[in-house]
């Protein structure tokens, strides 16, 4: 209930603070909450968005009004509780508000020049040798092994790099005899590579070689080599990387990077006179005024974590916790949980000796039914050792099939645990209906705070005004 009634919220939120205009002809006011105006814009981006495609409840223009004054309401409820001003919120907000927009501050030049930046220095990491396609074999042999495996290895080595200069396929022999598998499914090839991406031995002999040459027998770390040069060449020209590059950036959060060196930059060139909370907040400002998708978008955010404050506040978790509460309510409404079979309040249990059966229903008699399970895992299963195995709840019909036999005189098989051949049961058969609400709690907690809400609802309606401009709703999504 909580966290579909936060969804609900969020979705319905649209009151951030902006520079609202006068009412013009293009964008008139559409209602007045608490003295606020809100414009025909602001309700169309909440009401589409909220009745878009797949969204099953939709909602008319005329129904959906109640609820946008609703949650304008509560926002101005929260704004006069002060939620607005407390740390864990401001933290909140400007995280999400920062997301958003720091972004926006990176153009479409500054991605350019970044990727020309990271190609450019790549072309000089690289350096005049270019990269280098090869393909090798290799006949592993552990630095820690005895040199009589590493002479083992070279007499194998020796026998394959002969049998090449006599003619034999290169690709071949590295499928069949190379233990580099990832290279050996590849007839041996490695991808292209460049200065200090290999083992220092094999590029030294790999860089000296020109495509079609064969290296000698080489000898690294991992053991020994016959290297074959496939391909030599420089890096293509910048176009055909530019795709590729801006991707990388993507992948790597570059375009943040550099939004936050621009804010860095433009906090350096005020000299002090700006923090970066309200550099954020300008920049924000500026961009809604030409982004309306933008401004209802943060705004959204922030009237979403002002309405979940303050609805856990005074629906959500009030109600949750307010155990007199919820017992009066049940009391007031227990024919609204009346069952239509029976139910058994109690546990299903396993033991491994007979002797704990009796001990069990000793242990919860006495307590109330929420203290049954701490009592039994500290009685019988504190220790590393499993003495019994228990179910509790309250079961229906074909909830547990041990139940269902011994307590509602079904037949039906019951198969018994592994290691716990005794089965037993405790508890009562609720007839009529649950006890109290603690049986029903969460259908109780979740109409006790729908009677919550609509009480608060009620008592904001008589707290503030508001008013519909009927006339210039009869044009939301119907206009030029």
Not at 107 to 132: F, N, S
Not at 162 to 187: I, M
Not at 251 to 267: E, F, G, H, S
């Amino acid at each position: 209930m909580k966290k579909t009634a936060t969804a609900v919220m969020l979705m319905l939120a649209a009151s951030y603070t902006v520079e609202l205009q006068a009412q013009t002809t293009n964008d008139p006011v559409i209602m007045t909450v608490n003295g606020s105006p809100v414009l025909r814009s602001e309700f169309e981006y909440s009401y589409n968005k909220n009745n878009s495609e797949g969204v099953i409840d939709k909602k008319t223009v005329e129904e959906y009004v109640d609820l946008f004054i609703n949650y304008k309401l509560k926002v101005a409820a929260a704004i006069d509780a002060h939620y607005d001003t407390l740390t864990s919120y401001k933290k909140e907000f400007a995280q999400y508000r920062d997301q958003q927009v720091m972004p926006m501050l990176v153009t479409d030049e500054d991605m350019e020049a970044e990727a020309h930046k990271i190609y450019d220095e790549t072309v000089e990491r690289i350096g005049p040798d270019g990269l280098i396609k090869t393909a090798h074999i290799l006949l592993r042999a552990d630095q820690q092994a005895p040199q009589s495996e590493w002479d083992a290895a070279k007499v194998r080595i020796d026998s394959i790099y002969t049998a090449l200069k006599n003619g034999a396929d290169f690709a071949d022999l590295a499928t069949r005899l190379s233990q580099d598998p990832g290279s050996a499914r590849q007839g041996g090839e490695l991808p292209f590579v460049q200065h200090g991406q290999l083992v220092k031995e094999y590029e030294d002999a790999a860089f000296a070689l020109q495509p079609g040459e064969m290296s000698g027998v080489v000898k690294s770390a991992y053991g020994y080599h016959i290297i074959l040069m496939k391909e030599r060449k420089m890096l293509e020209p910048f176009e055909e990387h530019h795709d590729a590059i801006l991707r990388f950036m993507e992948q790597r959060n570059i375009r943040d990077q550099i939004a936050q060196q621009k804010v860095d930059k433009m906090l350096a060139e005020s000299n002090g006179q700006m923090t970066q909370e309200q550099l954020m907040e300008q920049k924000t400002n500026e961009l809604s005024k030409n982004d309306m998708e933008l401004r209802y978008l943060i705004q959204e955010y922030h009237d979403g974590l002002l309405l979940y404050e303050i609805s856990n506040n005074l629906v959500w978790d009030k109600a949750a916790k307010d155990e007199a509460g919820l017992a009066a309510y049940f009391k007031s409404h227990k024919n609204n949980y009346a069952w239509d079979e029976p139910r058994f309040k109690g546990i299903a249990y396993h033991v491994k000796e007979k002797g704990d059966v009796k001990a069990v229903k000793n242990c919860v008699k006495k307590l109330p039914f929420d203290h049954w399970a701490e009592a039994l895992r500290s009685t019988f299963n504190a220790d590393s050792v499993i003495r019994i195995r228990v179910e509790k709840g309250i079961f229906k019909l074909g909830d547990n099939a041990y139940i269902d036999k011994v307590v509602f005189k079904k037949d039906t098989t019951v198969t018994s645990l592994k290691d716990y051949p005794i089965d037993a049961h405790f508890g009562k058969v609720l007839k009529k209906g649950p006890e109290d609400y603690t049986d029903v709690r969460g259908l109780v907690v979740a109409d006790y705070q729908e009677q919550l809400e609509k009480e608060w609802v009620a008592d904001l309606r008589r707290r503030y005004s508001f008013q519909v401009n009927e006339q210039v709703l009869k044009t939301v999504n119907n206009h030029e």
